[in-house]
């Protein structure tokens, strides 16, 4: 592949995005992110002002590229589809030869049937839209699923769990989480290579329940929480019970769940060393 194909990110400034997009510039490609807020050009790459949802600006953003790699999300099952919906069109518009797209292990088996099951696993139904629209764009394509992340949902999760003393913890959740740079490195392979199709998913070196990933966490950052098994009900919660959100037949990842903890710890108790000093030369209030 020619260095000099212009390869367009989406999501490029977000937790993946930052990885993936000095990979890419790092391998002697030209790389253009697509942010929702003016940014000047940094280390080569190129920023431009779009919103994927709103539709403007896209098609500034699009132009010129040969290769589109859409990492950029949202919440919710609508704004999924009108970002995907708009992002196609103008690629099709502007020749792009290759739409490279980034989605969730389960996507496909977790059905989103009810308020319920949109209310709390809405992101896998709109990930099965953009994954559709991709297919159907008429553009060639390459579509990957992930587990989710150490720092990112997984974190998040024990992070915003454990607020309260006591953590209700869904009963018979697992998850299998795998290293963002590590799917950084797999989306530059398939971004950097010819359009594949549906590529095999990549997840983590181990499935763990929810309950040892809080508890594990608590124990990391020093703190105490009593747990309690939360059963949830729906169509789609059943369905991350029986294990639609694994890949027990993909564990390439090689970063552990502990792993990736001692770290984060550790960073932790440096901020946490870093601020003392300042704090202790603070004027009593």
């Known amino acids: 592949m020619s260095s000099d194909r212009l390869i367009l990110v989406t999501g490029g400034t977000g937790g993946l995005g930052r990885r993936v997009v ?11 992110v697509l942010s929702r807020h003016p940014k000047p050009t940094v280390e080569g790459v190129e920023y431009v002002a779009a919103d994927l949802a709103r539709d403007s ?3 500034e953003a ?4 040969e290769i589109v790699l859409h990492l950029a999300g949202a919440a919710g099952i609508d704004e999924n589809e009108a ?3 708009n992002l196609v069109r103008h690629a099709v518009e502007a020749g792009v030869r290759h739409l490279v797209n980034i989605s969730v292990v389960g996507a496909d088996r977790i059905p989103v049937v009810s308020s319920v099951d949109r209310a709390m696993f809405g992101y896998f139904a709109g990930q099965l839209a953009v994954e559709r629209a ?5 553009l060639p394509w390459t579509n990957l699923r992930a587990t989710q992340f150490h720092d ?3 974190l998040v999760m024990v992070q915003s769990m454990t607020k309260l003393p006591v953590v209700p913890v869904p009963a018979g959740f697992r998850f299998q989480p795998v290293a963002a740079e590590e799917v950084a490195d797999r989306l530059v392979e398939l971004t950097l290579g010819p359009p594949a199709g549906q590529v095999p998913d990549i997840a983590g070196p181990e499935i763990l329940d929810a309950a040892y990933l809080v508890r594990s966490y608590v124990a990391a950052v020093g703190k105490r929480r009593l747990l309690v098994p939360m059963p949830l009900p729906g169509a789609a919660a059943r369905a991350v019970r029986d294990g639609a959100n694994l890949a027990p037949g ?3 990842g090689k970063q552990s769940w502990e792993n990736f903890l001692r770290g984060y710890a550790a960073s932790l108790g440096a901020r946490t060393r870093a601020a003392a000093p300042a704090a202790r030369r603070s004027p009593p209030s």
Do not use: K, M, Y
């Open 62 to 65: 699009v132009a010129g590229a």
């Open 134 to 138: 991709v297919i159907e764009s008429g």
């Open 250 to 252: 993909r564990t390439v």
């Open 57 to 59: 600006g896209v098609a």
């Open 83 to 85: 970002q995907i919906r």
């Open 152 to 154: 990112g949902f997984v």
């Open 22 to 32: 000095p990979r890419l510039h790092g391998a002697g490609r030209r790389v253009r």
